[in-house]
């Protein structure tokens, strides 16, 4: 059970990473990127530029608006509207791999309680956690929120809750079956508990291979965002390279 905090959070990592565009449409930024209700806004802590915002159809680099020409401006607001109509099918396939996970978490978890009212605990625990995720990908505005430090705290949440629920009752079952002079149960209870951790990110891993043709589908959309934008320069003539598709130069 010690494990079990830090194989979830690999769990979770393979989460994202079946999600990944950079995996499997070799797209990436260098930006950390805010959809608003009325901008974008791609940030990053260095080299600069360190902010370029569209709004209101203008482009501001580092707080400094950028003239550009007739054809430039009809390629960014073209690359704004077709962006935002990308995030809610990246959303759709988030929300489907967490179904996905929450459903091998529940599966193997369940495996290991010996009772039915820890069962039914554990399954009001998991769904809760699900919810709540739900309506973090339903309400994200920003890539930030899906960064290395936001899965450990998610981890961390869902660990806190849910390893003394499973330590409890796999101990309570293995003492019982000690007591009961089954000890290849008690054994094989504390045996499956060990492998948890690592039949989960397993698991989940295979599980969540079902996703890469859905985010495949997104490929042509990344590649025409990045034609949008490529060769687009701020005032400085420096080009915004808001994203980067590998071999697309």
């Known amino acids: 059970m010690k494990r079990f905090a830090s194989l979830l959070l690999a769990a979770c990592a ?7 565009l950079q995996d499997t449409c070799a797209a990436s930024s260098a930006y950390d990127l805010v959809v ?7 940030e ?13 159809g203008r482009l501001r680099v580092d707080g400094a608006v950028v003239r550009l020409n007739t054809e430039d ?19 759709a396939i988030a929300l489907r791999g967490l179904d996905l996970a929450t459903g091998v978490v529940r599966d193997e978890t369940r495996r290991l309680v ?31 929120d899906w960064q ?7 981890v961390a949440a869902w660990s806190a809750d849910l390893v003394p629920l499973l330590a409890a009752d796999v101990g309570r079952g293995a003492v019982t079956a000690a007591l009961d ?14 492998e948890l951790g690592n039949n989960l990110q397993t698991k989940i891993e295979r599980r969540l291979r079902d996703l890469r043709p859905q985010v495949e589908t997104l490929c ?11 060769g687009v320069r701020d005032g400085d003539g420096r080009p915004l390279d808001l994203l980067d598709v590998g071999g697309a130069r």
């Open 14 to 20: 393979s989460l994202a990473h079946a999600g990944s």
């Open 36 to 42: 608003g209700a009325d901008a974008l806004v791609f």
């Open 44 to 56: 990053r802590a260095a080299p600069a530029p360190r902010r370029i915002e569209w709004r209101d």
């Open 73 to 91: 401006t009809d390629r960014l607001a073209l690359f704004a509207r077709e962006l935002r109509a990308l995030v809610p099918k990246a959303k």
């Open 114 to 144: 010996t009772s039915a009212d820890a069962r039914a605990e554990l399954d009001r625990r998991i769904g809760e956690h699900a919810a709540a995720l739900r309506r973090r990908i339903a309400l994200s505005t920003s890539t930030r």
């Open 148 to 154: 290395a430090d936001a899965f450990e705290r998610d």
């Open 181 to 194: 002079g089954d000890l290849d149960e008690a054994v094989r209870l504390q045996v499956r508990a060990s």
């Open 220 to 230: 042509p959309a990344i590649r025409r965002l990045h034609e949008l934008q490529d």
